[in-house]
């Protein structure tokens, strides 16, 4: 029997910062009917997808981060939104700043879960690859501040749901290889992955004009050579004066984009996603057992930075 999931984006608009958790969760839940009405098993929302991109700022007051934070999860705020994917039988991914107590310390993630269409949590995900910097940096025209309010996660373990084995990644996850081949070799047929990306790079402005193409290079290169749906999903434009990216779309396993949203509101677009074709390149070009090397990838976990040849200098750029 044909393994199908009709998957749909749960694009959002921006969220500003004066915006409560309830008239976004009305904003998600208006999504979840739309994405029910056109036969959605499951629906993806972006990344810290119950408030504001709250990193663009630097703050200090800890009981001000923390008003950005989940303490538990579903809670008050969040708990229409899991009663009406249990009434309409639909799953979803949603992220969120998640405050943990470990050990009878706080500990702060960037987090998404999957639920599945019992409105059961089976899965959460803390993000591991966190960018931009840890103190302020007046120069920027915004900050980026995820290094300083998070603390990575363990890594990226799948999960059985859905009727396949589903991966989570957040953000810019979806820019490093090792990302999707360590879900790769688990076999991972689908990956959601929620974003907030700035059109503007402070360290690198070059590249503005490339976000939206960075953005699908990346999430169909990982789609394709892995032979895995991928499926990015936005939190797009002008949030409190900083614009972001849209582009929200499910990659298919030959990584052929399969269908996308069109604006940079909150839009719902669906695909009905055939987790065997995966099958299709997971077992050709990209059997892992019959065709990966190994031996000659040891630097992969042996080292972090570049180490250059004896008798190399650095490039000028990399000096910097
Ligand atoms: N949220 C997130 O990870 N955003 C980054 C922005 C660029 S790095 C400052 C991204 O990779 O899209």
């Known amino acids: 029997m044909p393994r199908y999931v009709n998957v749909a984006l749960g694009q959002l608009g921006p969220i500003q910062r004066a915006d409560s958790r309830a008239q976004v969760v009305q904003r998600l839940c208006a999504l979840m009917r739309e994405a029910h009405a056109v036969g959605a098993h499951l629906i993806v929302y972006p990344e810290l997808a119950l408030t504001t991109f709250f990193p663009r700022w630097y703050m200090e007051d800890q009981a001000e981060i923390d008003s950005f934070f989940e303490r538990e999860m579903p809670n008050e705020a969040t708990r229409p939104l899991f009663a009406l994917a249990r009434e309409l039988g639909i799953g979803f991914y949603l992220g969120y700043a998640e405050l943990a107590e470990e050990g009878g310390r706080s500990v702060r993630y960037n987090t998404s879960i999957l639920v599945d269409r019992t409105a059961r949590i089976v899965a959460k995900y803390r993000k591991v690859h966190l960018p931009g910097h840890a103190e302020h940096e007046p120069w920027r025209r915004f900050q980026h501040l995820e290094k300083r309010y998070f603390t ?66 990346s999430m169909q290169a990982g789609a394709y050579q892995n032979g895995t749906w991928v499926v990015g999903v936005a939190k797009a434009g002008v949030e409190e004066g900083v614009d972001s990216i849209g582009g929200s779309c499910i990659v298919a396993p030959s990584g052929e984009v399969v269908a996308r949203c069109l604006t940079k509101g909150d839009e719902m677009a669906i695909a009905r996603c055939d987790l065997d074709f995966c099958g299709i390149y997971q077992r050709t070009t990209f059997d892992f057992d019959r065709h990966r090397q190994p031996h000659a990838y040891g630097l992969i976990v042996e080292r972090k930075g570049v180490t250059l040849a004896a008798g190399e200098s650095a490039p000028a750029a990399r000096q910097a």
């Open 152 to 217: 990575p996660g363990p890594g990226f373990g799948v999960t059985r749901a859905f009727g396949g084995v589903m991966g989570m990644a957040i953000c810019n996850d979806r820019r490093w290889a090792e990302t999707y081949r360590v879900m790769g070799l688990q076999g991972v047929e689908m990956v959601l992955i929620g974003y907030n990306t700035p059109v503007h790079n402070a360290p690198a402005p070059d590249h503005d004009d490339l976000s939206l193409f960075h953005n699908e290079l």
